[in-house]
């Protein structure tokens, strides 16, 4: 078990974050899930949720046989054969003792000094474990390993909105490293820290659990398919973005195992969002809630080998739990964070525009104005009969609407990276190579197609001028490595991200030729494009369109 560090007494002020002021409520703020699960319900939903509890809780337990089903598991069967014994109040009690159980294993925790403990030291820390001969230039600060993640986006506006609206940040997920570097990025841009949900997953490895036990996660159980488990965890979220915490949830919910940005979300969280903007105006105190959508963009994906291989196994199984992969090998952390530190522009954060509950733009003190920058009044959004009402139907429906306006931003806000590019280039040209074959097959013939190296570096050239006639369109963001660096050395680039990280490289020189090695792991970061497939096939490639323009 790890213990907190020496870091002096607890403190706050009134000028420190919302979040540092978790602790004080957080029995008040389980309470209130607990109550909000639990009143109101009628005898048969009361029976209902407590039979599915016990009938899904049961099935997960046997089928686990770990220290968790040899302390529950008994419970739970002596709650299934009661249930129907029992009267009204009896199920009422028992829904509750069920619910507030579900409350406190996903309520999260935050102490101020592990915050401040790790703002501190573990930027220049971290760059020193994974470069020593560096670390007396860093002692300093974290300049090195801030050349490497950087940070994108109208943060001036973020902190000011931030003052005026509570943040619901929702990111793209690629690496159960996301919540680290998010982390980092949020504090070298001045923004306040955040509450967000982690797989329970993540709390098995002690280094990681630690930090999560103490900076405001809480656990997300993917295992619990109980409706009761879904109502108390979408009522936690609900709840803390009501009483103002800046929150974060990926709304894909898990990392995407093929690589491509996600297309479609899940409404579970979001539309806590939405309904906890709703009950603020029905209370009569509106507190306006932003969302900002958020794109993590890697050139070299921590898990990437696991990732693809599940994606292609299980044929894009969302419910799919890895439960072992290179996130917990910490001999492909060492090798990952050598290689990131050789990488400009390694990691690239890029927040979009904050968006209102109906996907309308935010400004700085939380109003929403619609395309044609005319003030819109959100409350006449849930109006019945001119008053504002609870109504889980249309709210439902709103929250459909967000997020697909959410995976919109998600596209224009996609910052294109060196590994997309060159992937993208050699993927399609194993495609041209085989084109008999389907996807499966071609993937198995690893090291039978080689392309020459011209041919390699005029299709990157070719492929580069559609992408920045798509950037002009605000379709999407290059990063600064593509925009600028000359496909030679953008292919080297490329090829030294992948080599001596992976198991395999992705591709390798032989006689001038490029040789198509690991394809599993060029179809994964050529995915991180097949967004933009329609839009890359209908492009004029920009060098060209502006030399047509220039004959004209």
């Not at 992937?423 to 399609?428: D, E, I, N």
């Not at 190579?433 to 198995?444: E, M, S, V």
Request: with cysteine; hydrophobic share 40%.
């Amino acid at each position: 078990m790890i213990r907190l560090p020496r870091l002096g007494p607890i403190r706050t002020s009134p000028d420190d974050p919302r979040l540092f002021s978790f602790n004080n409520e957080r029995d008040a703020i389980v309470h209130d899930v607990v109550e909000r699960v639990t009143t109101g319900r009628s005898p048969g939903e009361v029976e209902r949720l407590l039979a599915d509890a016990a009938y899904e809780e049961i099935r997960r337990l046997e089928s686990q046989r770990d220290a968790e089903a040899s302390a529950d598991l008994s419970g739970w069967r002596s709650r299934a054969r009661r249930i129907h014994g029992m009267d009204a109040g009896e199920r009422s009690a028992e829904l509750a003792r069920a619910a507030s159980h579900y409350a406190w294993d996903i309520a999260g925790n935050f102490d101020p000094r592990v915050f401040r403990f790790v703002t501190r030291l573990v930027p220049t820390l971290l760059t020193g474990v994974m470069a020593p001969s560096t670390l007396p230039n860093l002692l300093g600060g974290d300049r090195w390993l801030g050349d490497r993640v950087l940070t994108q986006g109208d943060t001036d506006l973020l902190r000011r909105l931030s003052k005026n609206a509570t943040l619901v940040i929702t990111p793209t997920h690629s690496s159960n490293l996301d919540s680290v570097v998010f982390g980092f990025a949020l504090e070298r841009a001045g923004l306040p820290p955040v509450t967000y949900g982690a797989g329970k997953n993540l709390f098995t490895n002690p280094f990681i659990s630690f930090f999560m036990h103490n900076l405001g996660a809480y656990r997300v159980d993917r295992r619990i398919r109980a409706l009761l488990y879904k109502e108390v965890l979408k009522a936690y979220s609900c709840v803390l973005i009501e009483r103002g915490y800046h929150s974060l949830f990926f709304p894909g919910g898990t990392r995407s195992r093929s690589g491509g940005v996600e297309t479609r979300v899940k409404l579970g969280l979001l539309g806590s969002a939405v309904e906890a903007w709703v009950r603020s105006v029905v209370s009569g105190h509106e507190r306006p809630v932003a969302i900002v959508p958020l794109t993590i963009n890697y050139v070299l994906t921590l898990e990437a080998e696991s990732l693809i291989r599940e994606h292609l196994k299980e044929s894009g199984r969302a419910q799919f739990i890895m439960e072992d992969d290179e996130f917990s090998q910490l001999d492909r952390w060492n090798t990952f964070f050598r290689k990131t530190l050789m990488m400009d522009a390694a990691v690239i954060l890029r927040f979009g525009t904050p968006i209102d509950p109906f996907g309308y733009r935010m400004d700085d003190t939380g109003a929403s104005y619609d395309s044609r920058g005319r003030l819109v009044d959100r409350r006449s959004y849930v109006l019945k009969d001119g008053v504002p009402a609870m109504d889980a139907n249309r709210d439902a429906e709103y929250t459909r609407e967000l997020g697909e306006i959410i995976c919109q931003h998600f596209k224009r806000e996609t910052v294109v990276v060196s590994t997309a590019v060159v992937a993208k280039v050699l993927f399609a040209r194993l495609a041209q190579a085989l084109p008999g074959l389907d996807l499966y097959q071609r993937l198995r013939m690893r090291g039978q197609v080689i392309v020459p190296r011209e041919e390699v570096l005029a299709d990157i050239d070719a492929l580069r001028g559609k992408l920045r006639a798509l950037a002009d369109q605000g379709k999407l963001v290059l990063s600064p490595v593509v925009d600028g660096t000359p496909a030679p050395q953008l292919l080297e680039r490329a090829l030294s991200a992948w080599s001596g990280y992976h198991t395999r490289p992705a591709a390798r020189w032989q006689d001038g030729g490029l040789v198509l090695e690991d394809l599993n792991l060029l179809y994964y970061y050529q995915n991180r494009l097949g967004c933009f497939a329609k839009d890359l096939a209908a492009t004029t490639p920009a060098h060209a369109s502006r030399a047509a323009e220039a004959t004209r």
